[in-house]
């Protein structure tokens, strides 16, 4: 049984920072990847960044890059993404995942999502 809450979305003004958390109660959360990713209106779910199960790797997509970053506390079950200079671009409903394993690794289970709103 797995379950990912998210929490920490909201109203944010460009260039604010905001931090998402992801509480997982999956008994195989420190041997997973875990991932983020995000849906805006009108357009189909994309990948945002991933670390893997020893929090010593990390990949953002190309829009995220060296603006966010994703950590995870293997002890508290928990996946954060630290969102920094936001942009208006960012607005999404932002959704926690923990992956599969494969090569690559696929997400196989997902949270509710969480919105993030960036005003101009």
């Known amino acids: 049984q797995v379950q990912l809450v998210e929490s920490g979305g909201g109203l944010v003004q460009a260039g604010g920072s905001l931090m998402l958390s992801c509480a997982a109660s999956?008994?195989?959360?420190?041997?997973?990847?875990m991932g983020w990713f995000r849906q805006a209106p009108g357009k189909e779910r994309e990948f945002v960044a991933r670390i893997s199960a020893n929090g010593w790797q990390t990949i953002y997509a190309s829009s995220v890059e060296g603006r966010f970053a994703v950590s995870r506390d293997i002890a508290k079950n928990t996946v954060y993404l630290l969102m920094n200079s936001l942009k208006r671009e960012d607005t999404a409903v932002y959704y926690c995942?923990?992956?599969?394993?494969?090569?690559?690794?696929?997400?196989?289970?997902w949270g509710q999502g969480t919105q993030v709103t960036v005003s101009s």
């Open positions: 995942a923990l992956y599969s394993g494969g090569n690559p690794p696929t997400p196989s289970y």
């Open positions: 999956a008994r195989t959360f420190r041997w997973s990847t």
